[in-house]
């Protein structure tokens, strides 16, 4: 099973999306759905994909879920849920109740664009985890180097929960890197618990201006952090057409991993999204 562990669905002309504001996402600020991304699968071996949520609103995960439940390329869903509601726990039972319910896998919140840095070690968020570690669900951490700390902390304070480390913490490719962030993320890490997506790294480099090679010292670096065993594949679709086709960003990653080892290659393809999201396949 090849799995495609980061891809979106969105019509900006049936719901908001604040992030998509800007001038520069005008290239993708159209729907995009099923019918769109299968034809991409089919082209570029992928069997599967898990489907990633764009904003924080619940009816988006209730949406993604009939999305799963009528589509069985989708193999799951991680969807958004009020880490801050003192019922998530309720809510969450009610999720899985739905249509497609079987197929959430995970929940994630743009903690990126919270104004606080430390939001994730909040009371009421890290109250909220614990309804999500105990429904069995992973947790994908949308950071960058600015909440790393915040990240850490968390997942050591969670140790035998799942999370899973989303485009790679998103490196300053264009900046040429950064110690703060190979750092960082050399420290999530070491947590353990933590799976960390090779997906959105052409989308941090100059969009008209990057390759594999380009690529290659920060898939390596999080490889070298991470291991063979929680390295997962993901295209970050459609927001990777900014920089390049589906097919572009697949052979680029592709290329990165196979020159670390085609175990490594292999293992991010699939077995990886596996075991951090417990997918049922093999």
């Not at 980061?6 to 001038?23: G, S, T, V």
């Not at 594949?233 to 290329?255: H, T």
């Amino acid at each position: 099973m090849i799995v495609d562990a980061h891809q979106h669905f969105w019509d900006p002309a049936r719901a908001d999306y604040p992030w998509m504001d800007a001038p520069e996402l005008t290239p993708i600020r159209r729907a995009f759905g099923p019918a769109d991304l299968a034809p991409l699968l089919k082209a570029n071996g992928i069997n599967a994909s898990i489907l990633v949520q764009c904003r924080s609103a619940l009816a988006e995960t209730e949406e993604f879920l009939r999305i799963a439940d009528a589509t069985p390329s989708v193999i799951g869903v991680v969807g958004w849920a009020d880490l801050t509601d003192a019922a998530l726990g309720e809510t969450l039972d009610r999720l899985r109740a739905l249509p497609g319910g079987d197929k959430l896998v995970g929940i994630r919140h743009q903690v990126h664009d919270e104004a606080d840095p430390e939001w994730l070690l909040r009371e009421d968020v890290q109250r909220g985890l614990t309804a999500v570690f105990a429904h069995d669900l992973a947790y994908d951490f949308l950071v960058r180097i600015r909440e790393l700390p915040a990240a850490i902390a968390t997942a050591q304070a969670f140790p035998q929960a799942r999370f899973v480390l989303d485009h790679a913490a998103k490196p300053p490719i264009a900046d040429g890197g950064s110690d703060e962030w190979s750092n960082g993320i050399a420290a999530l890490a070491a947590c353990g618990n933590v799976w960390c997506k090779v997906s959105g790294l052409a989308t941090e480099a100059v969009w008209s201006d990057w390759n594999a090679e380009l690529l290659f010292p920060f898939v390596a670096h999080a490889a070298t952090c991470f291991g063979e065993d929680r390295l997962i594949f993901g295209s970050d679709w459609p927001v990777c057409l900014l920089a390049g086709s589906y097919g572009e960003i697949k052979g680029a990653l592709e290329a990165c991993l196979m020159k670390l080892g085609p175990q490594v290659r292999e293992k991010a393809f699939g077995v990886n999204a596996k075991a951090a999201y417990r997918l049922p396949f093999g």
